[in-house]
């Protein structure tokens, strides 16, 4: 599976965003995605995720509210509607995917081991 994200941006704080992910390869269809967040200096940490078939969604408690996830399979597409972002939601934003990982996505230890595909990451800044 390859994933691509895009829609990151400079914005003020209120502001909203919307992330697109594009995903392609054979298992793109029926795998779980989910987005992730890793500013400098600090790791990378769950922000959504969303089953395949978009029947179960999990947020982070800190975007709850604010952040929306959403999936188009058929365009192979999950999209981060981001709400009155604040300045501490700067971070890069990674897309990733795994089978039947939506409910663990918020609770593994090191995602970038643990999730088999990632994106590159898309920048997001919010000035306050």
């Known amino acids: 599976v390859q994933l691509a994200e895009s829609g990151g941006g400079l914005v003020q704080a209120g502001d909203s965003l919307r992330l697109s992910c594009a995903a392609s390869?054979?298992?793109?269809?029926?795998?779980?995605m989910g987005w992730f967040r890793q500013a400098p200096g600090k790791e990378r940490e769950f922000v959504a995720a969303i089953t395949w078939t978009g029947s179960s969604i999990y947020y982070a408690d800190s975007v709850k509210g604010r952040f929306t996830i959403s999936r188009d399979n058929a365009k192979n597409t999950v999209y981060l509607q981001m709400n009155s972002l604040k300045p501490e939601d700067t971070a890069v934003y990674y897309c990733?995917?795994?089978?039947?990982?939506?409910?663990?996505?918020?609770?593994?230890?090191?995602?970038?081991?643990?999730?088999?595909?990632w994106g590159q990451g898309t920048q997001v800044t919010v000035s306050s």
């Open positions: 990733a995917a795994d089978l039947r990982a939506a409910q663990r996505m918020g609770i593994v230890r090191d995602p970038a081991s643990e999730l088999r595909w």
């Open positions: 390869g054979r298992t793109s269809g029926s795998s779980d």
